[in-house]
DNA sequence: TCATTTTCAGTCAAAAATAATCAAAATGGA
DNA sequence: TCCATTTTGATTATTTTTGACTGAAAATGA
């Protein structure tokens, strides 16, 4: 088995038990209880579980916010496995762009215990992280009902405001000859606000969405510095050919 | 079972029952009562719990620290009835601002079915308007998760970007030496741009705080258009030789 | 009030879990 | 294929957690 299957495995055992002792994934994964504690402090400093004395807990039973109802639920694993890759690129003392977008938002949970600064227009983002060390700088603007963010004109003037070193964007479509595309032009917006005013972007983009083209083209994929994504290689060959990093493991 | 779970198991347990014995959370988690002792001294530290002779107790029954929405329920007849006044005030097609007291939220139930807008750096006001008629432009700003609205600079420029007809403000304390005072200096702030950018200003004060000063002094009675209260004429005569319009009744 | 019972905080040694180390095994390019 | 690098598992020393025991403190009830 491979590393990085035996880490997705020790996640989903975890999640799905609440929490686990470092033998109990020793004998699930068929790896020695020293390689299992390499592996939590690893995914615990990702943010992906909560390390206890003796094992390791589901991150939302250590922190208990309440969970908002959220369209997000579609696809999830993918983007709980992406977005567990997106968090590994986040370190203390970042300053960091997060869209309103279902695939940002599930970025979260791998957020609590980063000591960093997130500049968002998504309240349910904002709701997500109350009462952890996140630091967060709400965009003001009009809000939208329906998405829980801030749009427009004053949202855009808002960002400009502000440097980030990461923009963590999604998207509703990807492909080589469009770029990103949305189906919504007030998300685009801000999107595209934020990628101006970041140092490194990265766009979280699961499998389904790549290759499928939306009706509003926003930006190019030379916006984009770094592609996460949960596709695999060969679905995915032809970005090869183009300088965009990949980041899928 | 690892520590931190069972720590997790204590304080559901405690919030559950209320209240719970040193050997009842030992029968519970399997532990040793010394281990629970200390356990609870931890805790107790941690603000997680009362530590009782015998066991420990929910918070909330021993400490009754108010989270705003029980804070806004405390005085509860008197706002609503002063609200219901100010509410009258407020007729379709007007542009409002909404400060982030819980006077000034209590307001929310009176205007569901009015045709506004409403520019607020309160999100507990927009949780509680979503889904109506009412169209919300949301300040933006450093967010403080207490208090669970924007503040700083960035919020009181984007409040410069705007008029309103009318300002709807709280108050912590209202005299007529020295005005309007606040415990937060950030909260004034907000109450204070606002008061400028509005062609009417409404000041939403209980008769608790009326003759009462908090430790910063944000604003004159001059800056008040019109001083919306429970308090009987008999209790604000003093103001009466003042020129502000006072609506009781 | 005072005696009795219960609960508590501190100490200690045993047990459990961990981090550090190192050699073997697996992996991945040239 | 071979070599360099990474990953792994076993071993060991160290740290953390635990339960039992103690005298002291607090609650109880007559």
């Known amino acids: 088995m491979s590393y990085q299957n035996r880490k997705h495995k ?4 975890v999640e799905e038990k609440g929490e686990a002792s470092v033998k109990e ?13 390499r592996d939590l402090i690893q995914m615990a400093e990702a943010g992906l579980i909560f390390r206890t004395h003796g ?4 991150l939302s039973l250590v922190n208990p916010t309440f969970t908002f109802a959220q369209k997000a639920a579609r696809n999830l694993d993918k983007k709980d496995y992406l977005c567990s890759l997106a968090a590994k690129e ?9 869209d309103c977008g279902s695939t940002v938002f599930s970025l ?25 060390k996140v630091s967060i700088n709400l ?3 009009e809000f939208d009902t329906e998405r829980q963010a801030a749009h427009g004109s004053m949202a855009v003037e808002h960002i400009r405001r502000y440097h980030a070193d990461k923009a963590f964007i999604g998207t ?7 770029g990103l595309s949305a189906n919504s032009e007030r998300e685009a917006e801000i999107s595209l606000a934020m990628i101006d005013r970041a140092k490194t972007v990265y766009l979280l983009c699961d499998s389904a969405k790549i290759n499928k083209k939306a009706y509003f083209q926003f930006a190019t994929l030379k916006q ?9 290689n060969n679905e995915i060959k032809a970005l090869k050919k183009i300088s965009i990093r990949i980041l899928n493991h």
Chains 1, 2 share one sequence.
């Open 139 to 141: 965009i003001g603007g």
């Open 224 to 232: 984009v510095d770094t592609l996460v994504t949960d596709a695999k």
């Open 172 to 178: 509703d479509g990807f492909s080589v000859e469009e």
């Open 90 to 98: 986040i370190n203390d003392g970042d300053t960091i762009f997060m």
């Open 25 to 37: 994934l020793s004998d699930h994964t068929n790896a020695s209880e020293a390689t299992i504690r």
């Open 108 to 132: 979260c949970p791998f957020l609590k215990n980063k000591q960093i600064k997130i500049i968002t227009n998504s309240l349910p983002v904002i709701y997500e992280l109350t009462g952890t």
């Open 55 to 58: 094992g390791a807990m589901k």
């Open 10 to 13: 020790i996640v989903n055992f």
